[in-house]
């Protein structure tokens, strides 16, 4: 898996799929790694797909916290560029449906579609997200483990076979890359600007998320004439761990309705 050097930052990253394949650049959310889209790629073989660890996760450069939300919307871009991609769509999921509204505002060129998988044009409070952030940086990731597997996964979080992976990979996350995320994310209102978007928009709502509830997803969508909305059944905020056949085959049908095959 290659480390791309930007300037001033190495991302690690991956690109599958045939050359010359429909593009796609997959964007993980916080605390967790390009890894979580495994179960996407391995069902979409006929797409060139990038995707990477965000800045402060996975395998990537931890710079120092705070992170601005134009920061990871610069890396996204650099990285797309660096491999020539042009008229991709752009799945993002949670941070990464915000960073992937930012880029569409910023890059149509670059950005044919969206795929706002649980995500909104803002999500909780800079307040909340403050609080939740002093806690990381005084107790580990280890205190907030249980109330974000709840978000996550619902009530019966404890139950669920996604459980123990996703619990696992929010704890390898450092919490200097977490808090440096979670802070670009507590600094972002993008309803303005994703009101301006025209572009096809595919809204993904998990039925039980307690982090991006499907009205909120929802209300997100809206701002984006002509957007699709799918809620997946029996998942929450990480549906292509919990729910893989229903994730691919909303992402599939959308591909397939813009042409992007
Ligand atoms: O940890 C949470 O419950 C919120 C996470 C969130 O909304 C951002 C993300 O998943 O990228």
């Given at each position: 898996?290659?480390?791309?050097?930007?300037?001033?930052?190495?991302?690690?990253?991956?690109?599958?799929?045939?050359?010359?394949g429909?593009?796609?650049?997959?964007?993980?959310?916080?605390?967790?790694?390009?890894?979580?889209?495994?179960?996407?790629?391995?069902?979409?073989?006929g797409?060139?797909i990038?995707?990477?660890?965000?800045?402060?996760?996975?395998?990537?450069?931890?710079?120092?916290?705070?992170?601005?939300?134009?920061?990871l919307?610069?890396?996204?871009?650099?990285?797309a560029?660096?491999?020539?991609?042009?008229?991709?769509?752009?799945?993002?999921?949670?941070?990464?449906?915000?960073?992937?509204?930012g880029?569409?505002?910023?890059?149509?060129?670059?950005?044919?579609?969206?795929?706002?998988?649980?995500?909104?044009?803002r999500?909780?409070?800079?307040?909340?997200?403050?609080?939740?952030?002093?806690?990381?940086?005084?107790?580990?990731?280890?205190?907030?483990?249980?109330?974000?597997?709840?978000?996550?996964?619902?009530?019966?979080?404890?139950?669920?076979?996604?459980?123990?992976?996703?619990?696992?990979?929010?704890?390898?996350?450092?919490?200097?890359?977490?808090?440096?995320?979670?802070?670009?994310?507590?600094?972002?209102d993008?309803?303005?600007?994703?009101?301006?978007?025209?572009?096809?928009?595919?809204?993904?709502?998990?039925?039980?998320?307690?982090?991006?509830p499907?009205?909120?997803?929802?209300?997100?969508?809206?701002?984006?004439?002509?957007?699709?909305?799918?809620?997946?059944?029996?998942?929450?905020?990480?549906?292509?761990?919990?729910?893989?056949?229903?994730?691919?085959?909303?992402?599939?049908?959308?591909?397939?309705?813009?042409?992007?095959?």
């Amino acid at each position: 898996m290659p480390l791309i050097y930007l300037p001033d930052l190495r991302l690690n990253t991956r690109l599958d799929g045939p050359e010359g394949g429909p593009p796609l650049i997959l964007i993980h959310a916080l605390g967790l790694s390009h890894e979580i889209w495994d179960p996407l790629v391995a069902r979409l073989p006929g797409h060139r797909i990038l995707r990477f660890d965000l800045r402060g996760h996975g395998a990537s450069d931890r710079p120092p916290a705070p992170y601005t939300m134009g920061s990871l919307i610069r890396d996204t871009e650099r990285l797309a560029d660096h491999f020539a991609l042009k008229e991709t769509v752009v799945i993002g999921l949670s941070i990464g449906g915000m960073i992937a509204q930012g880029l569409a505002v910023k890059r149509l060129d670059l950005v044919r579609g969206l795929v706002l998988s649980n995500t909104a044009a803002r999500i909780g409070t800079a307040a909340g997200w403050h609080d939740r952030i002093a806690l990381v940086r005084e107790q580990g990731l280890e205190a907030v483990a249980d109330a974000t597997m709840e978000r996550w996964l619902g009530r019966n979080w404890r139950a669920s076979p996604a459980m123990p992976d996703l619990r696992a990979r929010l704890l390898a996350t450092h919490p200097e890359g977490w808090a440096g995320c979670a802070a670009a994310i507590a600094g972002t209102d993008f309803y303005e600007t994703t009101a301006t978007l025209r572009l096809p928009a595919l809204a993904i709502a998990g039925a039980h998320d307690g982090s991006t509830p499907p009205d909120l997803v929802r209300e997100t969508a809206e701002l984006i004439p002509g957007h699709r909305f799918r809620l997946i059944r029996g998942a929450g905020h990480i549906p292509m761990a919990e729910r893989p056949d229903d994730y691919a085959e909303a992402i599939r049908e959308f591909l397939t309705g813009i042409g992007h095959v």
